[in-house]
């Protein structure tokens, strides 16, 4: 156990390292369950700084990543198979939910609500199936959706998953979970393979997490859990430091325990307990010879001031480099974009500072999706036609695919995306449809095409998609054997690939939730107002517990310097004008007066 900042995950590379080390020549293997996928990443490449020649017997994914790669090679006994299509957009789960409503007579428009209510029904189907009770899913068993069960409804979306070929997230877990019932082979491999399983970030772990775990661990597998109740901010999940408890009952009512903080600056370290010690006085322990650091609270008149403050904030920090009187005796005060992050409690909120960063030519990186790491239109649909291609089954392909067409066209298309692909008036998305039916034509003719994929994009106008393709294939082309080079293959390194990567230069914009196990020089935390910080939604004291761990693990991101920022009025959809309050866990803590202003 221990706080932020106190090197907990350090801990634990140092554990996993020392392990390979001391059993040098040994087949064994050890599995680390991380939060992210970008944590997995990143303990991959510590260990390879200090073991690359026992890196082979390292494994670290999420705990959804290591069910999927297990049942994609052993899960045939439960209906999931190598070409299983993973559902992880809540349109194309919602779509599966109207699609049964409407086979029995209840219309049903998965967008007509914005997704708000059938976003709601999927939290209780996904409930009902993992048996815990979430926030906005704490619904009794004879809980109806328009006159169905919610049981009838959660058998009905299961069915027409298998169907489909499909899976989601709760589905890994369960498939998993099932899967060691039915062939306890699969058990008995599993801890034939590995040693160890340690756990990063468990405050986080739900029951169903915990329980697939201890199964896997039985007791001939040891088990090492990080965690820190503090920062425990996924309990709308099901998430909880009680399950990380109940994974190592032996040492729970023992644990080790870290108490300094080696992260954060003192101003900054003070803050964040003043905002945590209404829930939690336990003192986190600066290191005596701690830099002062800078923290500042500023009230904004509106999102867009708040946003154009941030771009001239960051560039003065790139410009001149952070206060030397703020920093330790001899420490290096020029900061690089990417030693810098912007956090809000929702992405929308972001959507004023892209702008003003885009205005002031300040590069940033949002944290994740295609559309970030593939921005050109060319590259997205090739890998969605490229996906389709490959396994018919896949309809969330389809449907992007078919989507971007709509939009970039506005043509009636069929819907077969790769005819629909060569069918548009555009040469360059027609180009994009013939390198899809080429790379498909066998692996000999799909390696010839990704090798000339940047030439057909200069030849017919898509230069940056086909750089994006290029790059991606010459990565793949690095880790797989001529023998085994395949468009499958292709699919799958980029499918391990598509996140934000450690290399791409910019300033960091992110969720709070995110900003989870990162660290910056500075951060700025906007909109920091009541009904964001808290939500809204948020009535019960767990709920606004949790909340108030949100924004601590928010502030103790940051290293050197802090800045919390609110705007005082917003403007509606109806262009109404309202006045806002910041967020009263900062007046709470003694950080504004009783007019909301800074003290």
């Not at 924004?551 to 806002?580: C, F, K, N």
Request: proline content about 5%; glycine content about 8%; aromatic content about 6%.
């Amino acid at each position: 156990m221990a706080p932020a900042g106190s090197g907990k995950t350090e801990v634990l590379i140092q554990r996993v390292i020392r392990a390979l080390e001391r059993s040098a020549g040994e087949a064994f293997r050890i599995l680390v369950v991380t939060f992210t996928v970008k944590a997995a990443e990143e303990l991959k490449r510590r260990a390879r700084e200090s073991i690359a020649d026992e890196l082979w017997r390292l494994d670290a994914d999420t705990i959804h990543g290591f069910a999927l790669d297990w049942l994609r090679r052993y899960g045939t006994e439960v209906g999931v198979g190598p070409d299983v299509v993973v559902l992880s957009d809540d349109v194309d789960r919602a779509a599966i939910v109207a699609g049964y409503l409407q086979s029995i007579g209840l219309s049903s428009d998965p967008a007509a609500d914005g997704g708000g209510a059938m976003g709601e029904l999927l939290r209780a189907i996904d409930a009902h199936r993992t048996r815990l009770r979430q926030r906005h899913c704490d619904r009794r068993e004879d809980y109806r959706h328009r006159g169905v069960s919610l049981e009838e409804l959660a058998d009905s979306y299961g069915a027409a998953m298998r169907a489909q070929g499909a899976i989601d997230f709760p589905g890994m877990l369960l498939s998993l979970g099932d899967l060691l019932d039915e062939d306890p082979w699969v058990l008995e491999h599993f801890q034939s393979l590995y040693r160890c399983i340690l756990v990063d970030e468990g405050q986080d772990l739900t029951a169903i997490q915990s329980d697939l775990l201890r199964r896997l661990a039985g007791d001939v597998i040891s088990l090492f859990v990080v965690a820190d109740d503090r920062q425990s901010i996924r309990g709308y999940a099901g998430g909880g430091f009680l399950h990380a408890q109940e994974l190592v009952p032996s040492a729970a009512h023992a644990p080790l325990h870290l108490h300094h903080n080696f992260r954060c600056a003192r101003e900054i370290l003070r803050a964040a307990q003043a905002v945590l010690r209404p829930a939690d006085d336990r003192p986190v322990v600066p290191l005596d010879n701690a830099p002062p650091g800078e923290v500042g609270f500023f009230p904004m008149e509106s999102p867009e001031v708040e946003a154009n403050w941030i771009a001239s904030w960051i560039s003065r920090l790139l410009d001149a480099g952070l206060r030397r009187d703020t920093l330790s005796e001899g420490e290096d005060p020029s900061v690089a974009p990417e030693d810098v992050a912007v956090a809000a409690r929702t992405r929308w909120t972001l959507g004023p500072i892209i702008e003003a960063l885009t205005r002031n030519g300040i590069v940033s990186v949002v944290q994740t999706d295609a559309r970030v790491f593939l921005p050109a239109p060319e590259a997205r649909l090739f890998i969605d036609c490229l996906a389709f291609g490959v396994n018919h089954r896949d309809v969330p392909a389809a449907r992007r695919v078919l989507d971007e067409l709509r939009e970039l066209t506005k043509d009636d298309l069929p819907s077969d995306p790769v005819a629909a692909l060569s069918r548009v008036p555009s040469d360059a998305l027609r180009s994009v449809g013939a390198l899809v039916t080429r790379c498909l034509q066998g692996n000999v003719q799909f390696q010839h095409a990704m090798e000339e994929v940047s030439e057909a994009g200069e030849r017919h106008g898509w230069p940056a998609g086909a750089r994006a393709l290029a790059e991606i294939w010459e990565a793949y082309r690095t880790t797989a054997a001529v023998q085994d080079r395949s468009p499958r293959g292709y699919l799958t390194h980029l499918a391990k690939t598509l996140r934000t990567r450690p290399t791409d230069p910019g300033v960091r914009l992110l969720t709070m939730d995110r900003a989870k196990g990162l660290e910056f020089k500075a951060v700025a935390l906007v909109g920091v107002r009541d009904g964001q910080v808290p939500d809204y939604r948020a009535s019960s004291s767990r709920e606004r517990g949790e909340e108030r761990r949100r924004l601590y693990v928010a502030m103790t991101r940051a290293a050197r310097e802090l800045v919390v920022t609110w705007p005082i009025t917003t403007v509606d959809r109806y262009g109404q004008t309202h006045s806002q309050d910041p967020s009263p866990f900062l007046v709470e803590a003694g950080l504004l007066g009783a007019d909301a202003n800074p003290t």
